[in-house]
Nanobody, 119 residues
Framework: QVHLVESGGGLVQPGGSLRLSCAASGSIFGLNRMAWYRQSPGKERELVAEITDYGSTNYAASVKGRITISRDNAKNTVFLQMDSLKPEDTAAYYC?????????????WGQGTQVTVSS
């Protein structure tokens, strides 16, 4: 089992910045893909950014240029640097990971960390 723990959420003013962290622990075989999703009340959970173990990244169009995903493979940690935040970025942000083993892929979700962008 892999456990994901997010941190770094909070209240920030529009235009401000936050850095989210997600640390994976437990029985890890190989975290091929890690990602950040977000969900606001009444909305579907959406992909914000993702990164592979070799550094390939992908971003939602709504956050390109404002958000950067990165990872520290040695620490099994993924980060989400968020700049120029907007009120519409307000959501619960969830860490997601795919653990690869010989048996296949196993997926895990963190419990989420709340990001609120407000004046």
């Amino acid at each position: 089992q892999v456990h994901l723990v997010e941190s770094g959420g909070g209240l920030v003013q529009p235009g401000g910045s936050l850095r989210l962290s997600c640390a994976a622990s437990g029985s890890i075989f190989g975290l091929n893909r890690m990602a950040w999703y977000r969900q606001s009340p009444g909305k579907e959970r959406e992909l914000v950014a993702e990164i592979t173990d070799y550094g390939s990244t992908n971003y939602a169009a709504s956050v390109k240029g404002r958000i950067t995903i990165s990872r520290d493979n040695a620490k099994n940690t993924v980060f989400l640097q968020m700049d120029s935040l907007k009120p519409e970025d307000t959501a619960a942000y969830y860490c997601y990971a795919v653990d690869m083993s010989w048996r296949g892929h196993y997926t895990y979700w963190g419990q989420g960390t709340q990001v609120t962008v407000s004046s």
